[in-house]
């Protein structure tokens, strides 16, 4: 679940922070809220689903799929495991959404700002670093633009990851109206696993018609912090842009969370107070409705869903996504991530797709950033070698993807390591698109990255690591199951 670094901070979940008091206010909801809670943003209350009607292909990164409710599904989702696929679990998908693939900052950052230039109500930006670099600048602006036309605009950032924000800059935004908050501030470490709990997801959503979601930070691509070196490339990550009824769920996604942090005291503005601003009428206030309906669905658009990972409803949705589409895979599997530590269920999954023939490739990380994430990862790699899956390593520089391909019919991009502090600790957000056209495209940009970025891990020379490198990978696998049962979670790992 780390990420590359800005500054001394690094996108790392896995440094402790201190206790952050409970407040229990017991108060009504604002206006509207009940409604908003029974529309929920994920797996609690899963949608409907509805058979896509068609699967259309698309050159471009918007991808379309026309949606029916009586229409047979897809020729790729049909058979033993494609209608168990859209059944069953939460996050189920809902039709009428276009989404497209964002590559890198260089794409995402763009259409962020762009998106915020247009805001007229409302923008709540989530993420778990903000660099005060050219980047974070840029946004920074965009924010405080949409201030002064009268949009309430909301930032949310981790009290680990973006703990290190410069005071200039938090001035700034507080001073130009942006309302800045921090999810579980730094105030020490205790080994506890609340501590343990980041913020990690990284969403946008501006006038809840338009979010963004992936594995994004508010950081250049080419800020590495204490990493920086001249040959080393852009940071390899992705993010999409979704408009559609997918769209309003991420915004209720967002609110909500504001809305329970500040009801809990669990936000801090700025470093420096905490708790309700205005009261519970100012705090309904802040999500002004717009006028008019939400978004509807589209006559031609994909199916999505969102997959959250929170400690109380979500605690598996994200994971259980994963292993109902390698259930599912009949033909190719392709996974990019950048902490790879999966659980015995997970490892299981990838098992049994070599064994029923699937192909599995991995695109894993290749630069050592974690020493002991690193080398507990190399751990593992001997029995997904012998079972026939191809692991590559990214060599241009960090990879931060969180992403996945299967078959023709499935695809993910967010937040979420597969790693035990992604699944098991932190707050994290994915997308998964039900679309051939948007899958061929995440696969053409992954296979890319594989050939010619990447390095393929033979399994002749893995075999042949000396007793002190086998006995430092093994070393530092334990002592992260250490660190897992620690957190008391070793039991559903």
């Not at 952050?20 to 929920?40: I, K």
């Not at 590559?103 to 409302?122: E, T």
């Not at 940071?235 to 967002?254: H, K, M, N």
């Not at 809990?264 to 009428?281: A, H």
Request: net charge positive; aromatic share 6%.
């Amino acid at each position: 679940m780390p990420g590359t670094t800005s500054g001394r901070k690094r996108d790392d979940s896995r440094v402790g922070v201190g206790p952050s008091r409970s407040v229990r206010v017991p108060a009504p909801m604002p206006v509207g809220w009940r409604f908003r809670r029974e529309v929920t943003d994920n797996a609690a209350m899963p949608l409907s689903v509805s058979p896509s009607e068609s699967t259309r292909s698309s050159a471009t990164a918007v991808h379309a799929t026309e949606a029916g409710t009586a229409a047979p599904a897809p020729a790729a989702l049909e058979g033993r495991h494609g209608p168990r696929l859209l059944r069953s679990g939460p996050g189920r998908p809902v039709g009428g959404n276009r989404v497209e693939l964002l590559r890198g900052g260089g794409d995402y950052f763009p259409a962020l700002i762009a998106a915020i230039d247009q805001a007229v109500l409302s923008v709540s930006l989530e993420t778990y670093i903000y660099a005060d670099d050219e980047v974070g600048r840029a946004v920074a602006d965009a924010l405080l633009r949409a201030v002064e036309r009268g949009v309430r605009v909301h930032l949310l950032v981790d009290g680990f990851g973006a703990g290190d924000m410069p005071a200039p800059l938090v001035q700034r935004l507080e001073q130009g109206g942006v309302r800045l908050r921090v999810y579980r501030p730094l105030r020490g470490f205790r080994l506890a696993r609340r501590h343990l709990r980041r913020l990690h997801r990284k969403l946008a959503v501006i006038d809840r018609r338009i979010a963004f979601v992936g594995g994004i930070n508010i950081i250049d691509d080419h800020n590495h912090g204490p990493f920086d070196e001249a040959q080393l490339g852009p940071r390899y990550d992705f993010a999409v842009r979704v408009t559609g009824p997918l769209a309003s769920q991420i915004a209720l996604t967002a609110e909500r969370l504001w809305w329970r942090l500040a009801l809990r005291g669990e936000m801090q503005g700025g470093g420096i107070g905490g708790g309700l601003s205005g009261g519970l009428s100012g705090l309904a206030a802040d999500f002004p409705l717009p006028q008019g309906s939400l978004p509807s669905p589209t006559e031609a658009g994909v199916r999505a869903a969102l997959l959250l990972r929170d400690n109380l409803r979500n605690r598996r949705t994200i994971e259980r996504a994963y292993l109902q589409a390698l259930g599912a895979a009949r033909h190719d599997v392709i996974i990019a991530n950048a902490y790879f530590l999966p659980g015995a269920k997970m490892r299981r999954a990838l098992l049994a797709c070599r064994r029923r023939g699937v192909r599995v490739r991995l695109l894993l990380q290749g630069m050592v950033e974690y020493r002991l994430q690193h080398y507990a990862t190399h751990a593992l790699y001997a029995t997904l070698l012998e079972a026939g899956v191809e692991i590559h390593e990214y060599a241009e520089s960090f990879l931060h993807a969180k992403v996945a391909v299967v078959d023709d019919s499935w695809a993910t991009v967010g937040s979420s390591n597969m790693d035990p502090f992604s699944l098991l600790l932190a707050r994290e957000a994915n997308v998964a698109v039900y679309d051939e056209a948007f899958a061929a495209q995440l696969r053409h940009e992954l296979e890319r990255a594989i050939a010619l970025r990447s390095a393929p891990v033979v399994p002749e020379d893995h075999a042949r690591r000396g007793r002190v490198r086998r006995c430092l990978d093994w070393t530092a696998y334990m002592l992260l199951r250490f660190g897992v049962m620690v957190a008391g979670a070793a039991g559903r790992y």
